[in-house]
Structure formats: structure tokens, C-alpha cells
């Protein structure tokens, strides 16, 4: 089973900048998507970014133009590149594994969380 462990959150003022990595466990992660979610308490987890292990990216349509998502297959690592951020992107980033088809994207594996707070 996968072991994913994001890192890289923290407390940045509005219009800041932060870089959200995650470290996959295992063999064979290129050959998967990787997704970023996000999700605020009492609100449904979100699906912020996917990156297809061929293909384009795809963005929630709140991030588009602010957050690129990019992957290191040789590092076994993902990562969120966050800029403009806003205090609304302040939430707990989980980061996934899954597969992208007609059905869309489908994790199935997580991560812990890592806390993102936009704030002044």
C-alpha cells in the first residue's frame, strides 16, 4: 500500500506564495495520477488539481492561473505551486493517488494533510 506525506504548509499573508510537496512510497508512481484536494471543517473535501501520468492538467476553476500542479517521476514526488494566494484557499491540502478515465479522476489513496492558512 502507498504511503503519500504532504509537507510545505504554513501561514503566508494574501498574495503570498507556497509550495505543497507530496513524497509517495513504492514503486510505479509514475504510471498514476496524482491529485491535490483541499478541505475547509464542515464543508466537502474539494478537488483542487490533477496531473494525469500522460496528458494535461486539469484545475478547479477557483485556482486556474494561480496554482500549478507538477510531478517528479524520478523523486516519487508531487507537488502544489500556490501563488496569489487568497484567505478562501485557507484549508487543510490533502494530496492523492488515483487513475483518470471517462469517469474523471479517482483516488485511491491519501494523505495526511497539510494546513494552508492565508492570512494577514
Known amino acids: 500500500q502507498v504511503r503519500l506525506v504532504e509537507s510545505g504548509g504554513g501561514l503566508v499573508q494574501p498574495g503570498g506564495s507556497l509550495r505543497l510537496s507530496c513524497a509517495a512510497s513504492?514503486?510505479?508512481?509514475?504510471?498514476?495520477?496524482m491529485g491535490w484536494h483541499r478541505q475547509v471543517l464542515g464543508k466537502q473535501r474539494e478537488l483542487v488539481a490533477v496531473?494525469?501520468?500522460?496528458?494535461?492538467?486539469k484545475y478547479a476553476d477557483s485556482v486556474k492561473g494561480r496554482f500549478t500542479i507538477s510531478r517528479d517521476n524520478g523523486k516519487n514526488t508531487a507537488y502544489l505551486q500556490m501563488n496569489n494566494l487568497k484567505p478562501e484557499d485557507t484549508a487543510v491540502y490533502y494530496c492523492?493517488?488515483?487513475?483518470?478515465?471517462?469517469?474523471?479522476?479517482?483516488?485511491?489513496?491519501w494523505g495526511q494533510g497539510t494546513q494552508v492558512t492565508v492570512s494577514s
Open positions: 492523492s493517488r488515483g487513475s483518470s478515465g471517462s469517469a474523471g479522476y479517482i483516488p485511491d489513496s
Open positions: 513504492g514503486s510505479l508512481f509514475s504510471i498514476f495520477s
Open positions: 496531473i494525469p501520468s500522460s496528458g494535461s492538467t
